[in-house]
């Protein structure tokens, strides 16, 4: 089938939680007609509520009216997405999706849709639900895409005009450098985090639990944060991008053995080399001006 | 000598950094007459534009009119003082410090003077230098003493009341337990921290790193907050709490292989039960009302 085109698009979003009620927000916005399609006829009225879109169902078959279909599903159903929802989906339209992996994802929806485009919009994750999309979310954040030789340039082209249009910074990317660069940036700190609040748990002493407890500030705060958050997410991350983190595991054990080793052997002077190097590293790579 | 005891002190602050300055600052406001060494004239001329004290000065003998005195110095200099200040320090005042390791500071001190009370008032350290003081600092914030039996009852009771006065919320535990406590919540996590950092200094694929440079977000920025910090401060707490943390270095890597082989094995349910615990771990940690 041919590709149409139009300015005002009638666009899909399938799942309003965080990022998919975002988008809906940010799309109705730009004048587009915005179908939301979810799974309860609870979460269906909620979203009506707050204004999600202009058409919201538990009924797949009002995704048969549009061009564009942002899939804002999490990781494990757009792994294994439902038979119902693959045949719902019109064959000329564009299909885009929103997961923090690549290439599996690529590899599954390649199979089922002659213009799917994979990508991962950034943006924060604290909050889920019907509740959690907001104006603006993705606003100066990136949006990758990784496309492959065979994608359709038209429908490249399309989710990128829908990503600048609500004001997100778009990049491309192979699968397997963004999976490998959010398995450094992201996946792996996660279960770093994660980890050392395992660390906590095996904290036999009463009075020092108590008094870690009352001493824990804002640094425990931030270096746990992201290890602490929705397990669902952490669980799919470590299932599809296992071959990235596992890698970075190995690094970062030997990389901590090291260090351990500086400490042991009173190496200092290289300790505080490692740190300098640590503080320097933080600045240059949060530093967007570079 | 006798312990003296006034409602109005002389107090003299060694140093006025980030804690120095914020505790000059509140001390002279609660009527207080406030004292401050420095080691540098800059840094004096500074500190009395800035206010910090009402008499700044280079020369020790100033602590001679003083019955507190606050040794607000980093850690390597609380740990190795110079002669000349140990001399100053008139013998019926009351000491104390801020180093945030106690055991090994407490071992010095006891010997140089005997009214010494070890203390760590607990406060941000991002900042640092004469231009990082500020009031409140210590405002609803743990200030834990570390008496041993020998202690003098007084001298405990006179930082008590001080570190009370500026709203700071005083606790007191074995030394022991303190750097235990706080190798758990902070210095562990800087050695964490830092060595995410060191990870991305590995990355050799320059793509990959370009991409990960261009998605580093709050998660990463949070993660890496505390191991990106001071070189100086992070060196001092590894040497002087060596034992506690080189402890917690070997728990935490086995922790890590724990998780590390439920990924490997795929056990997925085991893994997200970690990820789940870990969750509520920080939430339990974090809520300060239990």
């Avoid at 999706?97 to 690529?106: A, R, T």
């Avoid at 199979?111 to 950034?122: E, I, K, N, T």
Wanted: hydrophobic share 40%.
């Amino acid at each position: 089938m041919e590709l149409k085109s139009k300015s005002s698009e009638n666009i899909g979003i399938v799942g309003l939680g965080l990022i998919g009620g975002s988008l809906g927000i940010d799309l109705q916005r730009m004048g587009h007609s915005v179908y939301g399609l979810v799974h309860r006829e609870s979460t269906a009225q909620r979203a009506k509520e707050r204004g999600l879109a202009q058409i919201i169902s538990t009924n797949p078959n009002i995704l048969r009216h549009c061009s564009v279909i942002i899939l804002a599903l999490p990781l494990a159903e757009l792994l294994n997405p439902s038979p119902i929802l693959v045949e719902a989906l019109p064959l000329d339209a564009v299909i885009t999706d929103v997961g923090s992996v690549k290439n599996p994802i690529l590899n599954t929806w390649k199979q089922l849709h002659p213009y799917f485009v994979a990508s991962h919009p950034m943006a924060g994750t604290h909050q889920s639900g019907v509740e959690a999309g907001v104006k603006d979310l993705f606003k100066g954040k990136p949006w990758i895409a990784t496309p492959e030789e065979k994608t359709n340039p038209k429908a490249i082209e399309t989710i990128k005009q829908l990503a600048i249009s609500i004001g997100a910074q778009w990049i491309t990317a192979k699968a397997d450098i963004h999976d490998q660069a959010v398995a450094l940036i992201s996946h792996l700190p996660v279960l770093i985090s994660a980890n050392l609040l395992k660390i906590i748990a095996e904290e036999k002493d009463p009075k020092t639990l108590r008094l870690a407890k009352s001493l824990a500030s804002t640094g425990f705060s931030d270096t746990t944060r992201i290890g602490g958050g929705n397990p669902d997410l952490g669980l799919s991350i470590m299932k599809s991008n296992t071959q990235s983190i596992l890698e970075l595991i190995k690094l970062y054990k030997s990389s901590l053995e090291e260090l351990e080793s500086k400490i042991i052997l009173k190496e200092w002077e290289a300790l505080k080399e490692e740190l300098e190097n640590s503080k320097e590293i933080r600045k240059n790579f949060l530093n967007k001006q570079v």
